[in-house]
């Protein structure tokens, strides 16, 4: 049976801080791709070996090209998504070391079908040399001919959109898997007409990123999705992404105007959709203006307070790009009465842990910033 090393590149961890834009990480949109081409070679009768599980933090390089070449797979694709200075910067291209022939055919193939199955511009392929900012050790130090695929510009307004969408996603799935399918010569027989006909209805199980998804950013979501009023009758809060909570996220959009069921989003929490959620959740759960919660009344009473301003006016810059986005009051706390004291930012008082730690993050997601969750 032939073998895939299906490479997502960045984990869940990687942005922030870098590997991403604010309404997109990278992560996403490599491992939506990575999902749709796992099943779609899978029904071909590939077996595919990934260096990274899906949903997982990042794994290093190293690690998973030595288990690429540990399972001696036949070919190595890898999935990412670009950015660049310049927002004019458009397109798809595709990386091999320069010495490897069956990585430039490979790439070549990729290219060819990325091309046929969506309308992102076409930029080529690309040598990957020592020496160069080419120098990718994706392709450079795996034995098998690999591909390093560059599927559009995070920074150009375009693309993102379309690198946002479960359509092109999608595509990108299909082109992979006949591309990798026609490199090593074996049939393609994936489903493509259930997964194209989800390029326009994000609710099928088999391209929402998010279905099966496990951990911390699940619960926070049903935390939201219940706080709005959706209703989660059998499993509750349960972190975990099962239909259950996909037919929540569609009520919700439904309601917001956010999505339909032939929309591309249709299903996924994706930034609209978790934007109009703590936007109707504000004065529920998450940004409850902190000075309206009496102590007392509290459940389980937290408070916020960031890492150390330096200066009294970089305190102040602070406080105001907080006041910009969020309606709470904040309060300053010099650490000394000394002439050159840190300075910190302090809330008021939240009604349970879970509360503030969900403000706490939307504070770091903003600034990047140091926030602490302390006992009121």
């Not at 790439?107 to 060819?112: E, P, R, T, Y």
């Not at 998804?213 to 499993?235: H, S, T």
């Amino acid at each position: 049976m032939a073998k895939v090393g299906l490479d997502l590149g960045h984990g869940r961890n990687t942005y922030p801080p870098s590997k991403g834009v604010p309404s997109m990480a990278e992560f996403s949109f490599n491992q939506g791709v990575g999902k749709v081409a796992k099943r779609l070679l899978e029904e071909s009768g590939v077996e595919v070996v990934l260096g990274q599980p899906f949903d997982s933090n990042d794994v290093p390089l190293g690690t998973r090209t030595d288990k690429y070449n540990a399972e001696d797979v036949d070919i190595v694709m890898s999935v990412h998504a670009d950015f660049n200075g310049n927002d004019e910067a458009t397109g798809f291209w595709g990386f091999y070391w320069y010495t490897s022939s069956g990585g430039r055919r490979l790439a070549q193939i990729w290219s060819k079908h990325l091309e046929a199955e969506s309308d992102m511009r076409d930029r080529g392929i690309q040598q990957s040399k020592r020496g160069s900012w080419t120098n990718f050790h994706m392709v450079r130090e795996t034995k098998a001919p690999a591909v390093l695929m560059e599927h559009g510009f995070m920074s150009n307004k375009n693309d993102l959109a379309k690198l946002k969408s479960t359509k092109y996603r999608t595509e990108a799935g299909i082109a992979l898997a006949k591309a990798a399918c026609e490199y090593l010569g074996i049939p393609f027989k994936g489903k493509v007409t259930a997964t194209a006909s989800a390029s326009t209805n994000s609710s099928s199980i088999s391209t929402n990123e998010w279905f099966d998804r496990k951990g911390k950013d699940v619960k926070e979501l049903q935390d939201l999705l219940l706080a709005a009023g959706e209703k989660l009758p059998k499993f509750g809060a349960d972190a975990h992404f099962g239909k259950e909570t996909l037919l929540a996220v569609q009520s919700f959009q439904r309601k917001h105007d956010i999505s339909t069921p032939k929309g591309d989003f249709y299903g996924v929490p994706g930034p609209r959709t978790m934007e109009k959620l703590s936007e109707v959740t504000e004065s529920k759960v998450i940004a409850k203006a902190p000075e309206e919660v009496k102590k007392e009344e509290a459940k389980d009473p937290h408070r916020l307070h960031t890492g150390t301003f330096p200066t009294a006016e970089a305190l102040a810059n602070g406080i105001k790009r907080l006041e910009k986005e969020f309606s709470w009051i904040f309060y300053e706390r010099a650490e000394s009465t000394k002439f050159n004291a840190g300075y910190r930012i302090f809330t008021g008082v939240y009604p349970t842990k879970e509360a503030a730690e969900r403000a706490a993050e939307r504070i770091r997601e903003l600034t990047g910033w140091l926030v602490y969750v302390i006992e009121a």
